[in-house]
């Protein structure tokens, strides 16, 4: 798991850059905030957040299977990962910052997710 990013990866890295081919800047993985957001806007008070969706348990998708080794070790993992990311989410909704969560398995379908982006973004 050591060689497992959570920095950078494919998928943040296309969100990236959909937002920036659509005019905004943004700060990436600011550590003050819970949860460590992948893209911040400060002024308008946004975040996104990039899931993979095995490690952050998208529900009812494919690629959130579990895996046929070690399952104990991994449900406890994941599902540690999926209660972590609740308490981040409302935490920050308590401080006041609108968050949305990009789900990797969106991005293979561009029109609707820069569509969804940028409702976010302007409203």
Same mark, same amino acid.
């Given at each position: @798991?050591?060689?497992?990013?959570?920095?950078?990866?494919?998928?943040? @890295?296309?969100?990236? *850059?959909?937002?920036?081919? @659509?005019?905004?800047?943004?700060?990436?993985?600011?550590?003050?905030?819970?949860?460590?957001?992948?893209?911040?806007? *400060?002024?308008?008070?946004?975040?996104?957040?990039?899931?993979?969706?095995?490690?952050?348990?998208?529900?009812?998708?494919?690629?959130?299977?579990?895996?046929?080794?070690?399952?104990?070790?991994?449900?406890?993992?994941?599902?540690?990962?999926?209660?972590?990311?609740?308490?981040?989410?409302?935490?920050?909704?308590?401080?006041?910052?609108?968050?949305?969560?990009?789900?990797?398995?969106?991005?293979?379908?561009?029109?609707?997710?820069?569509?969804?982006?940028?409702?976010?973004?302007?409203?």
């Amino acid at each position: @798991m050591a060689r497992v990013r959570g920095k950078n990866t494919v998928p943040e @890295m296309r969100v990236r *850059r959909l937002v920036y081919s @659509m005019g905004y800047r943004y700060r990436l993985h600011v550590r003050s905030l819970p949860g460590t957001p992948d893209l911040v806007f *400060r002024k308008a008070r946004k975040l996104i957040f990039v899931h993979g969706c095995f490690w952050h348990r998208h529900t009812g998708c494919v690629l959130a299977r579990w895996p046929k080794s070690r399952t104990s070790f991994w449900r406890e993992k994941l599902q540690a990962n999926k209660a972590r990311d609740r308490r981040n989410l409302r935490r920050l909704r308590r401080a006041g910052w609108r968050v949305l969560v990009v789900w990797e398995c969106q991005l293979l379908k561009t029109l609707p997710l820069s569509k969804r982006i940028g409702g976010f973004l302007v409203a």
